[in-house]
């Protein structure tokens, strides 16, 4: 069954709706992971499909500007099938999880350190695109007994300025004017229509759209923290310089039409991932899970085979 949470408040005990039972104790009064000198984590929002499997569970990261719900549909068949627990988590600034001036993967990845286990879900089988991809590989670098085996989502870790429009998106984004007086699908029209000149890919765009939202006040404005991630796109496009190597086992799945992953990347990607798999999905762009699910879905059950 689907359990669901909006955010976890253990780190400070502010109110919120009650932690898993039988998950052990929460964090309060908890060390901040990576020390004390490291990022705080902020209280992410997820969705858990639980089971009584106690194989270690698939954690899905999703990339920059999407959400949990990116991998709602994947997530259900893939508990189906493999019997497993499976989680999906709003990255900081995304989603419902709280907005932060630091998108930094090192602060990322410090949240999703200190979720898995308030939740009892480490280690675990962590599945992360893009962004979530970045962040993935940042965890298992720097605490790999949290993560068994890491599947990176058409993401190396090179920096990725090269083959992206992310910040011209977020431009688009930040100049959108809506009226207050529609209702959402209309103001998801308009926006659309502002979008357009912008960004000529109508895919794109109705991805983008997905993050606008009408707030209490009325106004409508963006999930995604817009400010924020403007500010550090260069953090989110580069890759923290690391000499630890995860010898876990570990699977990058590259599209076949993306440019994310190249064949130079290959030796930085064996350096820190000495047992890592790269494979090719056939027909795919840079949303692999979008572009070919059952492709994507049969990857990752070969892996955990």
């Known amino acids: 069954m689907w359990r669901w949470s909006r955010a976890w408040r253990g780190l400070w005990g502010v109110a919120c709706k009650p932690p898993l039972p039988s998950r052990g104790p929460g964090l309060r009064g908890a060390p901040a992971a990576h020390g004390s000198s490291g990022p705080r984590p902020v209280p992410l929002s997820y969705k858990l499909l639980d089971s009584e499997d106690s194989r270690p569970p698939l954690v899905f990261l999703h990339g920059l500007f999407g959400s949990k719900t990116n991998f709602q549909t994947i997530g259900k068949t893939l508990q189906q099938q493999t019997g497993r627990k499976v989680l999906m988590v709003d990255a900081r600034n995304h989603g419902e999880s709280p907005h ?115 707030a209490s006040s009325g106004q409508f404005k963006w999930r995604v923290n817009v400010e924020a991630l403007i500010h550090q796109m260069d953090k989110i496009f580069d890759f923290p310089q690391l000499q630890k190597s995860y010898p876990g086992p570990t699977l990058f799945l590259r599209g076949a039409k993306s440019k994310f992953i190249q064949p130079d990347h290959f030796s930085e990607i064996k350096r820190l991932f000495p047992q890592a798999q790269i494979l090719s999905v056939a027909g795919a762009g840079h949303w692999i899970h979008a572009d070919q699910p059952q492709d994507f879905m049969t990857s990752v059950k070969h892996f955990l085979a």
Not at 117 to 129: F, K, N
Not at 143 to 148: A, C, I, M, Q
Not at 162 to 171: E, G, H, N, Q, R
Not at 172 to 199: F, H, T, Y
């Open 100 to 214: 932060s001036p630091d998108s930094s993967y090192e602060a990322m990845s410090a949240d999703v350190e200190a979720l898995l286990p308030h939740l009892g879900l480490a280690p675990c089988v962590l599945i992360g695109h893009s962004m979530g991809g970045k962040t993935a590989m940042i965890l298992a670098l720097q605490r790999p007994e949290l993560v068994e085996r890491l599947i990176s989502v058409d993401i190396s870790p090179l920096p990725t300025t090269a083959v992206s429009d992310f910040s011209s998106y977020l431009v688009a984004m930040k100049s959108v004017q809506i009226p207050e007086e529609l209702s959402l699908s209309q103001a998801r029209k308009v926006a659309d229509q502002q979008l357009s000149p912008l960004i000529k890919d109508s895919t794109i765009r109705q991805f983008l759209l997905t993050n606008l939202v009408k």
